[in-house]
């Protein structure tokens, strides 16, 4: 299945409301209505070998790519990071990889709270 046949089989099969969830299954996120007039964006995509990068890439630029494609997701969805989690998905990693997959995962924010 492709992830927008996964995504439409989940809306379909969860029939889930709630009054402050302006969007829910989105295209890896959602849209959460808070207090004051203010809307939350949470997106969260693994990224995964062969779909967001080839097998044998470099650890540091996996860690690049992970950041990258959560906030290119968020742009879409009209928001602006403030936070981001770490969400990969890699056969094995040993320290020295893990270390080069954080810094690659450093390098692209400015601003952004790593929760």
Known sequence: MK?????DALKDSMHQSQADVSL?????????????DKQMVTVTDAITVDVHYP?????EAIGYRSLAVNLSDMA???GVAKWANLVFSIPSINRIGLMALLKGFQKLPTRIIFV
């Open 24 to 36: 829910s299954i989105g295209d890896d996120g959602a849209i959460i209505d808070l207090d004051d």
């Open 76 to 78: 879409a969805m009209g």
């Open 3 to 7: 992830e927008a046949d996964i995504i």
């Open 55 to 59: 097998a044998g890439i470099e650890a």
